[in-house]
């Protein structure tokens, strides 16, 4: 098509915006349109009402420019004799845009022009050309910027900066908020010992405790929050951990390892290997010969049991059987007192230290004192003090784990709702084995006899 008239009387549209890319910074739109506005004084030009302004926003991404589009329509419908830009590179900045506005000029005959550097005309080759250089050159900073700003990132990243948001259990400026960090600790010895994220979203909801954004708990929101890193202090970058931040952790690393193992793809229930059906399987050994117990339906009382299986050619004897039910609902409460033992235990062991640490703590004051009442000289008051120091050091701080702040009857409540594979981590996490003896001549073989299961148990 031919080129349209370009004389005093023709009209033009200017198109102006703001980008966040930092090559161009500082040309604010009012800025743009004075510019424009000059140049088509300057040649005679009549300048559209509407305004044709993007805000803030980069060309480079496939981001949404509605005043673009608005441009390019009219243009099609030949609503606009001339366009005005203040530079070219601010109406495409990536190639591939450019090549759509040469075929977009070439069809309407309108040509831009530019206020920094002058008639861009993209009905002829040069012309044609010389937009290619710039838009290519444009291209080429924004993606200089992009790789400056990917640097920085990952400068952040390797030197464990907070990455600036609020999430729950942190301000926005990376404080510690006591209430959300109860919860958070609370949310995680839960879910290590298997507790659903369903179950324990209700549990929260119907306590009253709110999200970080009032909501409602869900499975989903819990999960996010352990499946974090950040909660542990640990710094990601691009999915992986990049760093230990500079921020406060709110549980233990190790928390967090078994917490997004726990999570990962394919471990859904926290089991290698498909659902387990048999809660004892395994874990009940045959004292005789001692191999691994197996599910069975007892041949005379028609009882679900676990037994020695005995398969021809192995060590198995095949002598010894129990009945599943009765086995399976004593072991449960044998771990669920076990574990309230362990958690006294661990506050025990705390106290013990906190009052060894306090202890020592009192002894360096009192010779803080007798330094300062001239009872003893500069150098013994130093030689004591750094003696005191050592043993407050050489204590060993007790680690609080997360099985370790489970009571049973946090489980107990729990236990029936608890997938099999669960209620199996409950129990390998208090026995070792149970060595099952051989039934009592003076018992029957319809009742369940306690005295022979001998648990090993676990530390
Ligand atoms: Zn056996």
């Known amino acids: 098509m031919e080129p349209r008239k370009e004389g005093a009387d023709a ?209 989903a929101s819990i999960r996010n929050i352990l499946m974090s890193p950040r909660i542990a202090g640990l710094r990601v970058h691009r999915g992986k951990v990049s760093a230990k931040g500079q921020w406060s952790a709110i549980v233990s690393e190790e928390t967090s390892l078994m917490l997004r193992n726990r999570f990962a793809p394919g471990r859904a229930t926290g089991q290698i290997g498909g659902p387990r059906k048999h809660l004892l399987t395994g874990l009940l050994v045959c004292s005789k010969c001692g191999t691994g117990m197996v599910k069975c339906v007892n041949g005379k009382s028609k009882k679900e049991s676990y037994r020695c299986p005995r398969n021809v050619g192995a060590a198995a004897c095949g002598g010894t059987t129990i009945v599943a039910a009765e086995t399976k609902a004593w072991l449960a409460e044998a771990a669920f007192q076990f574990q309230d033992a362990r958690v006294v235990g661990q506050t025990e062991a705390t106290s013990e230290w906190l009052e060894q640490t306090g202890a020592l703590d009192a002894r360096l004051e009192e010779i803080a004192a007798d330094y300062a009442v001239g009872a003893i000289g500069r150098s013994e008051w130093q030689a004591a003090r750094a003696a005191i120091e050592r043993a407050k050091s050489a204590l060993p701080v007790p680690i609080v784990r997360p099985r370790e702040l489970t009571t049973g009857a946090m489980l107990r409540s729990t236990w029936d709702s608890m997938a099999v594979s669960v209620q199996r981590a409950v129990l390998d996490d208090v026995f070792v084995k149970v060595v099952v003896m051989p039934r009592r001549q003076a018992t029957g073989a319809k009742s369940f006899d306690a005295r022979r299961l001998v648990p090993e148990w676990k530390q």
């Open 11 to 219: 009209r033009a549209a200017i198109y102006t915006r703001v980008s966040k890319d930092l090559t161009l910074e500082g040309l604010a739109v009012g800025r743009q349109l004075k510019d424009c506005l000059a140049l088509a004084r300057r040649k005679g030009w009549r300048v559209l009402d509407e305004k044709f302004e993007d805000n803030d926003i980069s060309a480079a991404g496939g981001k949404h420019r509605p005043a673009y589009l608005r441009l390019r329509a009219l243009m099609e419908a030949g609503g606009v004799d001339v366009v005005v830009v203040y530079s070219a590179d601010r109406l495409h900045r990536n190639p591939r845009e450019l090549e759509d506005w040469i075929d977009l000029a070439s069809a309407t005959g309108i040509n831009i022009h530019s206020a920094t550097n002058g008639h861009i005309d993209l009905s002829n080759p040069d012309g044609r050309t010389m937009a290619r250089v710039v838009t290519a050159f444009a291209a080429g900073e924004v993606e200089k910027t992009k790789m400056r700003i990917l640097r920085k990132h990952l400068e952040l990243a390797e030197a464990g900066a907070w990455p600036g948001q609020k999430c729950y259990g942190y301000t926005a400026d990376a404080q510690i908020i006591p209430e959300e960090a109860a919860v958070i600790r609370e949310l995680a010895a839960r879910v290590l010992h298997g507790e659903g994220l369903n179950a324990i979203a209700r549990d929260l909801g119907a306590r009253g405790i709110p999200t970080a954004r009032g909501a409602s708990w869900r499975a």
